[in-house]
């Protein structure tokens, strides 16, 4: 059975830090890109940071650029977030998601998923991250 969550949310105070986690069940990490979005109440959402599996790219966007990394544990099926500095703006609900890299560029497909992420094909249910003041 397919099922892709994230998994780490909660509250936090600002200045502190988070790892959030997705893990995937039903399929492997073998090929593929991952991205971290996240929404805030009533924002769009914003992409975060990527990865892709096949040869260990990243990216990290605004907002959480230099304030986040993102890795892979392929052999448990998992990709991290690590977030550190949290402001209370980075408030919102965290997704992971996921686009195959079989046979397309690595760096395009990231950089489509941010384009355009209505159209990327698995979504992990989101966790929800409380920063404080």
């Known amino acids: 059975r397919f099922s892709w969550q994230a998994f780490g949310g909660g509250l936090v105070q600002a200045g502190g830090s988070l790892r959030l986690s997705c893990a995937a069940c039903g399929f492997t990490f073998d090929d593929y890109a991952i991205a971290w979005f996240r929404q805030a109440p009533g924002k769009e959402l914003e992409g975060i940071a990527a990865?892709?599996?096949?040869?260990?790219?990243?990216w990290s966007r605004d907002p959480l650029k230099g304030r986040s990394t993102v890795s892979v544990d392929a052999s448990m099926n998992t990709v991290y977030l690590q977030m550190n500095n949290l402001r209370p703006e980075d408030t919102a609900v965290y997704y992971c998601a996921a686009e195959t890299t079989a046979r397309r560029d690595t760096a395009i497909t990231a950089g489509t998923m941010f384009r355009a992420p209505n159209a990327i094909s698995v979504w992990g249910k989101g966790t929800l991250v409380t920063v404080s003041s």
């Open positions: 990865i892709t599996t096949r040869d260990m790219m990243q």
